[in-house]
């Protein structure tokens, strides 16, 4: 009988064993050494987003009427045009050269970063790819010798804004309502590959005739859809004016997706405004 009691040794002497508990002051710093690692997580999240899937962008002229308008924000996809340093956040140069390249499609809307300088980023559409003949020839757009497709549409109207004002008064018009709006000659575009999209032209303009451009390899020959008000491949690359031809390096990404777009009148101390400003028909637009 003892020796069946003693068969589990030391049973009735020694108190169970507890797992060890974290002292609360260990508690109190793990919490605080894990915020700073959620925000480096964070951070990181974002960058990898911003480099790689999607980047925003916003429209600070009026360059790219009527497609885009100032005060539209827009999100590019990073990955159709492969990726390079001009990909990175600040530009980090952290690629020697583009990798996953791949050559934009004649009418794309692309994000790249502006010659000289290659430090701003500019909104454009890709018009002459490497090896195409690019002129303009009284207002109207040659590719390779032939002429682009230019038809007459209705004229684009836009509302006066704190975004937006006429060119000129000779464009200004006074609504039945009594809005303000601006009217603007508009034609549909067509280019050899089928893609069509509408440009305005305003009148004659030095630009409208330009010498014959060959687009070398690795280069493309892109402008601005408000083709009277866009500084663009058809001016020699300056700061603050036009940009020449843009190395492919340069490029950032296309645009895909309109995210916001607001008319510049939200007050940020009138919450409502926020709401009053939006032009909420432009947005979840694609391109």
């Known amino acids: 009988m003892t020796a069946t009691m003693n068969d589990t040794p030391e049973a009735s002497s020694t108190p169970p064993v507890h797992p060890a508990s974290t002292p609360p002051s260990a508690k109190k710093e793990k919490k605080e050494d894990s915020f700073p690692v959620f925000l480096i997580k964070l951070v990181l999240v974002v960058a990898i987003f911003r480099s790689f899937i ?8 009026e360059s790219m009427l009527p497609r885009l308008e100032n005060g539209d924000y827009l999100l590019a996809a990073k990955w159709p045009y492969g990726y390079s340093s001009y990909s990175l956040p600040f530009s980090a140069p952290l690629l020697p050269k583009r990798i996953f390249a791949s050559q934009p499609e004649r009418g794309d809307v692309a994000i790249f970063k502006a010659p000289p300088g290659n430090d701003v980023d500019y909104i454009k559409r890709v018009i002459g790819l490497p090896g195409d003949t690019v002129q303009m020839i ?3 757009l040659h ?18 804004s704190v975004n937006t004002d006429c060119l000129s008064t000779e464009f200004a018009v006074t609504e039945a309502d009594g809005r303000q709006t601006c009217h603007y000659p508009q034609f ?14 305003i009148g004659r303009r030095d630009a409208d005739n330009t010498v014959p451009v060959l687009v070398p390899e690795g280069q493309l020959f892109l402008m601005g859809d408000n083709r009277d ?6 001016f020699p690359a300056m700061e603050g004016g036009g940009i020449g031809l843009v190395p492919q390096d340069n490029l950032v990404g296309r645009a895909a997706i309109m995210m916001w777009s607001t008319d510049g009148s939200a007050n940020w101390f009138l919450p409502w405004t926020w709401f009053t400003a939006a032009r909420w028909e432009r947005i979840g637009g694609t391109f």
């Open 138 to 140: 009284d207002g109207v």
């Open 143 to 160: 590719l390779n010798g032939k002429a682009v497709p230019k038809q007459k549409v209705a004229d684009f109207v836009i509302p006066v």
């Open 229 to 234: 008000n866009s500084m663009d491949s058809r």
């Open 188 to 201: 549909r575009e067509t280019l050899p590959n089928g893609k069509s999209y509408n440009v305005l032209d």
């Open 54 to 61: 999607f980047s925003p962008f916003n429209i600070p002229s």
